[in-house]
C-alpha cells in the first residue's frame, strides 16, 4: 500500500514537472504576446489532442443549446467549430471570428470538408466585433484570451453583442504559451459585468462560464 502511495506521488511529481517543463519550453519557443502564426495551425488539430483535450465534453460546458447564435472568438483551424455547429443545429449558428485571414481560410476548408453549414467564418478583431448589440446568445474562447493584447477591450465588446442571461465561456490550458491565470480572468469578467456561473478544472487546465449583465 506505501509503495503504491509513493509510486503514485512520483507520478504525480513526474507529471507536474513535465508540464512546468512543457510550459516553459512553449513559452520560450513560442510565448507571442500576440497570435499563433498560421503555420503553427497544425498542433491545433493533432490527433494526440482529442485525448488530453476532448472536444464534446469541453463544449458541453459552454451549454450551447439548438437554435442558439453563437460567437466563437479565435477559432483557429477549427478544432471545436464542427461540433459547436451541430450542437446549435440548424436553426442555429455559429459565427467564428478569427484575426488572422490564414487561419480562416483553414477553418474554410475544413468546415466545407465537414459539410457544416451553418458556421460563419469572418476575419476580424475580437477588440471590434462586427456584431449587433445583444446579438450573440453564448460566446466561447478557448486559449484565445492571452493572445489578445487589450482583454478589458474585449470584455467590453463581448459585453455588448451578448444577450442579457447570455453565456460566456473560457477555456485555458497550461500548454498554451500565453495561459491566463483564473484569478485574473475572473477580475477581468466581473469588471465588464459578468456574474460567474461556474467553474471546473481540468488535468490541462479550467473551464470558467459567466453569465451576461442584465442590460449593456
Ligand atoms: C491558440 S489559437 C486557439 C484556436 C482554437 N480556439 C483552438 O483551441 O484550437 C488562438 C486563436 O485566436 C486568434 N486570435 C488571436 N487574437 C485575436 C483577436 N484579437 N481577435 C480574434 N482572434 C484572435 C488567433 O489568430 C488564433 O487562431
Given at each position: 500500500m506505501r509503495a503504491l502511495r509513493v509510486l503514485l506521488a512520483v507520478l504525480l511529481a513526474g507529471w507536474a514537472l513535465l508540464s512546468v517543463c512543457l510550459v516553459l519550453w512553449l513559452r520560450e519557443r513560442y510565448g507571442r504576446g500576440g497570435p499563433i502564426p498560421a503555420s503553427q495551425a497544425g498542433t491545433l488539430l493533432h490527433p494526440l489532442r482529442r485525448w488530453v483535450h476532448p472536444v464534446r465534453p469541453t463544449l458541453e460546458k459552454f451549454r450551447l443549446k439548438p437554435g442558439y447564435t453563437v460567437l466563437e472568438v479565435g477559432p483557429g483551424p477549427g478544432y471545436f467549430t464542427v461540433e459547436a455547429s451541430r450542437m446549435v443545429g440548424p436553426t442555429g449558428r455559429v459565427i467564428c471570428l478569427?484575426?488572422?485571414?490564414?487561419?480562416?481560410?483553414?477553418?474554410?476548408?475544413?468546415l466545407d470538408e465537414s459539410g457544416v453549414a451553418n458556421a460563419h467564418p469572418v476575419v476580424g478583431d475580437a477588440t471590434r466585433l462586427p456584431l449587433r448589440d445583444g446579438s450573440v446568445d453564448a460566446a466561447f474562447l478557448v486559449a484565445v484570451l492571452g493572445e489578445i493584447p487589450d482583454r478589458p477591450a474585449a470584455l467590453r465588446e463581448l459585453r455588448r453583442v451578448m444577450r442579457p442571461g447570455g453565456v460566456l465561456s473560457f477555456t485555458e490550458t497550461l500548454t498554451n504559451p500565453?495561459?491566463?491565470f483564473q484569478d485574473s480572468l475572473r477580475?477581468?469578467?466581473?469588471?465588464?459585468?459578468?456574474?460567474?456561473?461556474?467553474?471546473?478544472?481540468e488535468v490541462t487546465g479550467y473551464t470558467m462560464t459567466f453569465a451576461a449583465p442584465p442590460s449593456p
Open positions: 478569427d484575426i488572422q485571414r490564414e487561419m480562416i481560410a483553414l477553418l474554410r476548408r475544413r500565453d495561459y491566463v477580475d477581468l469578467c466581473r469588471a465588464s459585468g459578468f456574474e460567474e456561473l461556474g467553474r471546473s478544472r
